[in-house]
């Protein structure tokens, strides 16, 4: 029985390693290396969209749309987002659910979700209001305010997309913090009833998750038809409000990245070289089957922003116009999700391009990045743009000005906010986390031995992101 706390004890810290022996392993960052390349693009997507938008055609208008569409195919970032969140915050429940590891605690997890994305998000909001947006602080935006301060600001078109446009995807995300537990106990009633061998039970998990991708598709099915019918059912808005919001709430995309994480803790307890082998022969078709897959989504995107661009190939494509609302997102989160699952299974060839040190560093900025890079790209085009003179008429120094305007201003603002307010929080949260497993460990008899190798345990955990 104490031999079993060991063990559960050691399988909750999130070992967020590819399996290697202990000197392959990393030393400074409990994270998977690759994962962090994947969150680095994410954000660099993001900013290369908004900037696209507030310099527009600066690449399809001199290049082949079929050319040109994947350039702009920025606002994917956001859905790569999403994938990422879905593995990482799963990966606790998978060892549990799939090898009856220890149950993650619900408070620690709140805990954690919170330190380590409120206070951060709060004061950008802040600066934002009173910097950018002072109409918030006026009596007739309160409302609208209200929402921001909740996180539930995706929710009517009043709110969305206003104020500081990524924000609403920090709703999406933070509502999945919340569900996510209880979504973890349905699994768990299900899964108790098959019988407790890990492949079985990874199927079982599997199976949910496709169940999740179904749910997100039907909403997103369901709001679409409803979403621009307000006042006509004023239970069914509310509703649709939680369940929908104004642009779905994304499960799908979750769900994938959750299905990913299955298998890698799977892969990673079992460590089977048969498994492994097969894995990095089959990972570069997966690769190329997830950046088929992402063409395809990048060329749809542009022809519904560009109807009447692209010629035949594009023209064959309004076929599927009518189901791009309903489809797009799950086209594109497993596109991203192939790529991920190639390259965390694959040959460390294919993984080392987003392996390298600045591509771990920017993902270590990307969360302050996020919320700080529009409002400045937006000041840039309304201030500092027009006093440029002819530079406006260039597009290629143009578009190079915004990026250098990211570096010498979101950048700094953004390894500051990480510095002094995310890397704080996240060391509290670990130190609590900490806090807690040595009052369990002084509640439970041990012998001396196993003591000492369950503090050990605890004491080499690392904050993660």
Known sequence: MRLNLAV??????????????EKQ?????NTIQVLDGFRAIAILLVISYHIEQKNPSFIHKFLHP??????????????????????????????????????PSIRQFYLRRALRILPAYYIALAIDVVVFQPQYLQPDHWKQLFLFLILFMDSTTTTYQQLNGPFWTLAVEWQFYMLLPLVMLGFLFVLKRL??????????????????????????????????????????TIVLDLLYG??????????????????????????STFFDQWMKRLSPLILGA???ILYFAAVWTFRIANLSKGGAFFLRLALLDNFYSVWASTVIALGYGCCMFALLFGPKILRSPLEISFLRNLALISYGLYMWHLPFIIFFHDHILPTLGNLVNERYKLYATYWICMFLVAFPIAITSYIFIEKPCIAFSHKKRIQDRKAQLEQIPTTPMLTVQMQEQSASSLPSN
Not at 68 to 97: C, E, H, I, K
Not at 247 to 262: C, Q, R, V
Request: a positive charge; glycine letters at 12%; one cysteine or more.
């Open 8 to 21: 559960s004890l050691s399988a909750d810290r999130i070992q967020a390693t590819r399996p290697t022996t």
């Open 25 to 29: 392993a990393p030393k400074k960052h």
């Open 66 to 103: 079929q050319i040109g569409a994947p350039w702009t195919f920025g606002t994917s970032g956001v859905n790569l987002f999403f994938v990422l969140s879905g593995f990482l915050l799963f990966m606790p429940y998978a060892r549990a659910l799939i090898f009856q590891a220890k149950w």
């Open 195 to 236: 019988k407790p061998t890990p492949r079985l039970r990874l199927g079982g998990v599997l199976g949910l998750c496709f169940l999740l991708i179904i749910y997100g598709i039907v909403m997103c099915y369901i709001g679409g038809l409803y979403a621009h019918k307000p006042g006509e059912n004023i239970i069914a």
């Open 246 to 271: 104004t642009n779905g709430k994304y499960f799908e995309n979750f769900a994938i990245g959750m299905a990913i994480s299955g298998c890698y803790i799977y892969a990673q307890q079992i460590q």
């Open 290 to 292: 997830g950046c088929l």
